[in-house]
T-cell receptor, first 111, second 113 residues
Framework: KNEVEQSPQNLTAQEGEFITINCSYS?????LHWLQQHPGGGIVSLFM???GKKKHGRLIATINIQEKHSSLHITASHPRDSAVYIC?????????????FGKGTKLSVKP | GAGVSQSPRYKVAKRGQDVALRCDPI?????LFWYQQALGQGPEFLTY????????KSGLPSDRFFAERPEGSVSTLKIQRTQQEDSAVYLC???????????FGPGTRLTVT
């Protein structure tokens, strides 16, 4: 079983829809990242959070430490949001700082 | 300011060749990470540097993989005698400190034929 599981693997939405991507993890963490990867490979960090909720524009990330679960929400989705969204947890303990990544959720937003 | 840069962006190597991949981290970032991302998969940790010290190389898949950061800035990931299974995107990330937010480079896509 992977230490970081994301769902869904693939997601197709119509422009304007509210989108939720989920991430569950099984290890102790000090922080969780949500990352965006566009075709061509470049990765951009969207959020780094260790508790509660963060918001940047149309993006909202939440984390529940007790349930070991995080969600990324996109409000009023737009075709430019089409990308792979990756959840990554920062290991706690000896390998602190090393990120353990989920496999990503491929989002396609249709106009 | 300048972000993390990597070169080359694309590399095609014949099986058995040696390759060297370069990472220029953000100036002043103490921590540097290398990750390997196979097609359709999430990245996986390879190795970690704090300044010039390689503190964790637990993710290197074989002794054909070698990384260095001799002056605590630029880092090079070297793969000797490349194999087809080494084909992947190699990502470099840097951060102010080990537990701070990591900033990623664009990656080097390595194809071994």
């Amino acid at each position: 079983k992977n230490e970081v599981e994301q769902s869904p693997q693939n997601l197709t939405a119509q422009e304007g829809e509210f989108i939720t991507i989920n991430c569950s993890y099984s290890v102790g963490i000090s922080a969780l990242h949500w990352l965006q990867q566009h075709p061509g490979g470049g990765i951009v960090s969207l959020f780094m959070l260790s508790s509660g909720k963060k918001k940047h524009g149309r993006l909202i990330a939440t984390i529940n430490i007790q349930e070991k679960h995080s969600s990324l929400h996109i409000t009023a989705s737009h075709p430019r949001d089409s990308a792979v969204y990756i959840c990554a947890v920062m290991n706690y303990g000896g390998s602190q700082g090393n990120l353990i990544f989920g496999k990503g959720t491929k989002l396609s937003v249709k106009p | 300011g300048a972000g993390v840069s990597q070169s080359p962006r694309y590399k095609v190597a014949k099986r058995g060749q040696d390759v060297a991949l370069r990472c220029d981290p953000i100036s002043g970032h103490v921590s540097l990470f290398w990750y390997q991302q196979a097609l359709g998969q999430g990245p996986e940790f390879l190795t970690y540097f704090q300044n010039e010290a390689q503190l964790d190389k637990s993710g290197l898949p074989s002794d054909r993989f070698f990384a260095e950061r001799p002056e605590g800035s630029v880092s090079t990931l070297k793969i000797q005698r490349t194999q087809q299974e080494d084909s992947a995107v190699y990502l470099c990330a840097s951060s102010l400190d080990r537990v701070d937010e990591q900033y990623f480079g664009p990656g080097t896509r390595l194809t071994v034929t």
